[in-house]
């Protein structure tokens, strides 16, 4: 598979995508882009976690901004570490290039940023190095907890307590319905560089919160943490008040 450029629900400012990893993510969230309503999971993301080894031959090039594990989500627990290491050396090998990872299981970041010398679980674990130029990122949809029948990925608060301190940001995609003082609280502890805010796109039946509950929280994140929203397109469709529709 070659580099793509971003395109369709991507980031604006993601300029291009890779992945390495092949299989199902385990933490099987019922909104999840991979899975297309029409016609499911495609072939590669089903079955046991694996490694494409053609996609390590990849030229990443440099000046460009590349999402990396875009259809899975590379620190999930389950992912061992030695594929973790192989993804980020690839990385490595090309510098002049900013990467983006996102993961709902950012304990790991704290884990591979910091881990040289430290133990973890009673295990001595090698330092993996990310990229000189890279962005961190976690989802977070609600400072409410998460049904296992939408998501099996860590609680909301977990991933709050785990981000590290670097450049970083926070995805709110899909927003679903949350208490305003408490999520923008949640958010602000995390201290990111910016938001991605978005809505779900799927058709999926998510409880969303009206626009005017978003209003409120955008604008107590601005103005109470200066923290800066970029808007996903499809919020769009909550500012209208429509429903989902393909």
Request: charged share 25%; aromatic share 10%; with cysteine.
């Amino acid at each position: 598979m070659a580099l793509k450029k971003a395109h369709g629900n991507m980031y604006e400012w993601v300029t291009h995508m890779h992945s390495h990893l092949a299989g199902e993510c385990s933490h099987e969230c019922s909104y999840c882009y991979v899975v297309n309503p029409r016609s499911g999971r495609p072939e590669r993301y089903c079955g046991p976690l694996r490694i494409v080894e053609d996609e390590f031959k990849v030229n990443y090039g440099e000046g460009k901004t590349i999402f990396i594990e875009h259809m899975n989500d590379m620190l999930a627990a389950d992912v061992p570490d030695e594929f973790v290491q192989r993804i980020l050396a690839h990385c490595c090998m090309w510098p002049h290039n900013t990467y983006v990872f996102q993961t709902k299981n950012p304990a790991r970041y704290q884990q591979r940023l910091y881990a040289e010398t430290k133990m973890y679980e009673g295990v001595y674990r090698p330092k993996l190095v990310f990229p000189p130029n890279c962005i961190l990122g976690t989802t977070i949809e609600t400072n409410r907890k998460i049904p296992e029948k939408i998501s099996k990925a860590p609680d909301p608060f977990l991933r709050v307590s785990n981000m590290v301190t670097c450049k970083k940001f926070v995805t709110i995609e899909p927003v679903m319905d949350f208490d305003v003082e408490t999520f923008a609280s949640m958010i602000g502890q995390i201290k990111p560089d910016f938001i991605n805010l978005g809505a779900d796109s799927k058709n999926r039946g998510l409880p969303e919160p009206t626009i005017e509950k978003i209003e409120e929280l955008t604008r107590v994140l601005k103005d109470t943490y200066g923290i800066e929203l970029r808007e996903k397109y499809n919020l769009k469709r909550l500012k209208r008040g429509e429903a989902v529709h393909e």
